[in-house]
T-cell receptor
Framework: RKEVEQDPGPFNVPEGATVAFNCTYS??????FFWYRQDCRKEPKLLMS???SGNEDGRFTAQLNRASQYISLLIRDSKLSDSATYLC????????????????FGQGTTLQVKP | NAGVTQTPKFRVLKTGQSMTLLCAQD?????MYWYRQDPGMGLRLIHY???????AKGEVPDGYNVSRLKKQNFLLGLESAAPSQTSVYFC???????????FGPGTRLTVL
């Protein structure tokens, strides 16, 4: 089983649609979770850190379910500019060793928003 | 603040040539990382550093060396380039409340 798994998509949605991405992780001791956005041929950019209680930033909502070991990202009222690859990222915490911040990246979910 | 910068942006090498990729950050971060990204694969960690003068191996360190002589700079070296090292290389530094990583714009390397 991969450490971080995402549905690669692509997700093709019309403008204004609501779309949700899920991501599962294998290490139950993981402490930090993030969603990054990556545009074609560009660097990943931090979209949101995922807090344990869930958090919202404008049209974006992130949820964490520790019991089921999955993270979700909800995008409401999709814009053309939301077209990108969304990376689920987990910071595993190994009990008994220092946390050096070695992030584990999912392969990404591609979103294409069409007019 | 420039954030994280990388030089060069593009490079073409012949097999066996050497080169150094430079990463610089102006955010006073202790931790820095080098990743490679290949089509259809996620980002893979090559080497990382938890502070000036320290480096450690990541997931795919073979064929690469690194140095962190100054806190703001993290260098990635290829001593004898191979076609398998054709990739996009990203540098990142880590900071923030939740240890977020911030990436440079990447270096696109082709080894012929």
């Amino acid at each position: 089983r991969k450490e971080v798994e995402q549905d690669p998509g692509p997700f093709n949605v019309p403008e204004g649609a609501t779309v949700a991405f899920n991501c599962t992780y294998s290490n139950s001791a993981s402490q930090s979770f993030f969603w990054y956005r990556q545009d074609c041929r560009k660097e990943p950019k931090l979209l949101m850190s995922v807090y344990s209680s869930g958090n919202e930033d404008g049209r974006f909502t992130a949820q964490l379910n520790r019991a089921s070991q999955y993270i979700s990202l909800l995008i409401r009222d999709s814009k053309l500019s939301d077209s990108a690859t969304y990376l689920c990222v987990v910071n595993p915490f190994i009990v008994g060793s220092s946390n050096t911040g070695k992030l584990i990246f999912g392969q990404g979910t591609t979103l294409q928003v069409k007019p | 603040n420039a954030g994280v910068t990388q030089t060069p942006k593009f490079r073409v090498l012949k097999t066996g040539q050497s080169m150094t990729l430079l990463c610089a950050q102006d955010m006073n971060h202790e931790y820095m990382y080098w990743y490679r990204q290949d089509p259809g694969m996620g980002l893979r960690l090559i080497h990382y550093s938890v502070g000036e003068g320290t480096t450690a191996k990541g997931e795919v360190p073979d064929g690469y060396n690194v140095s962190r002589l100054k806190k703001q700079n993290f260098l990635l070296g290829l001593e004898s380039a191979a076609p398998s090292q054709t990739s996009v290389y990203f540098c990142a530094s880590e900071g923030g409340s939740y240890n977020e990583q911030f990436f440079g714009p990447g270096t696109r390397l082709t080894v012929l």
